[in-house]
């Protein structure tokens, strides 16, 4: 069982900046992939950021140049650094983990979610 602990979102202005952080309970060195969701009211859940064990990245169009998915094995952490902040990035922000399980399919793993506010 790998437990995801996100750091505390923030109230920020447009055009700020935030960097978040999502520890995991165990290594990560052998977790497929890390990433980070987001949802907003009446919205669905919707990915913003992936980073492989091998450190391939992908981001969804709306944050590419702006938002940066890194990882650091030795902590056991995955941040999202966020630029150039909008309102419309306003949103819960979620960790999620792909864990691989013998023999079947990996298991994902969530965090408990993180506010991020951007003010106009």
């Known amino acids: 069982q790998v437990q995801l602990v996100e750091s505390a979102g923030g109230l920020v202005q447009a055009g700020g900046s935030l960097k978040l952080s999502c520890a995991a309970s165990e290594s990560i060195f052998s977790i497929n992939a890390m990433g980070w969701f987001r949802q907003a009211p009446g919205k669905q859940r919707e990915l913003v950021a992936t980073?492989?064990?091998?450190?391939?990245?992908n981001y969804a169009d709306s944050v590419k140049g702006r938002f940066t998915i890194s990882r650091d094995n030795a902590k056991n952490t995955v941040y999202l650094q966020m630029n150039s902040l909008k309102p419309e990035d306003t949103a819960v922000y979620y960790c999620?983990?792909?864990?691989?399980?013998?023999?079947?399919?990996?298991?994902?793993?969530w965090g408990q979610g993180t506010q991020v506010t951007v003010s106009s």
């Open positions: 999620n983990a792909v864990v691989p399980v013998p023999g079947t399919l990996p298991k994902l793993y």
């Open positions: 980073i492989t064990s091998g450190g391939s990245r």
